[in-house]
């Protein structure tokens, strides 16, 4: 019974923290790049450090990957974002689990 009540506790902190992250996730994957400007006399030019980092966003569509450039502004938030996305996938894994634990236990009680 206590387990029961365990789990009822955890599945109540589970959507809490589920509708808390599905309203700042974004889905895809973060990269950066570097880049070389059209200056023929900047410094990336010759050898030196190039331009960035750049942040993109990355994600597959249709069947496609297609993503969006992150402007430097948005690049906290939208990191956030996508972690908060990863952790979302974690916590919904998680109930996948204990449902799935807890409609095998319902049909193991209903052969008895």
Not at 62 to 73: A, Q, R, S, W
Request: with cysteine; net charge positive.
């Amino acid at each position: 019974m206590a387990s029961n009540s365990r789990q009822h506790d955890r599945r109540k902190e589970l959507f809490k923290e589920i509708q808390r992250l599905a309203d700042r996730a974004i889905f895809g994957t973060l990269s950066q790049t570097y880049r070389t400007c059209g200056n023929p006399k900047c410094r990336c030019r010759r050898g030196g450090p190039k331009h960035g980092p750049h942040l993109n966003v990355s994600y597959r569509s249709e069947g496609k990957t297609t993503g969006f450039y992150v402007p430097f502004d948005a690049q906290e938030k939208v990191r956030a974002g996508v972690d908060a996305w990863w952790r979302l996938q974690d916590c919904l894994r998680e109930l996948a689990e204990m449902n799935k634990t807890t409609i095998l236990e319902e049909t193991r009680g209903e052969d008895e």
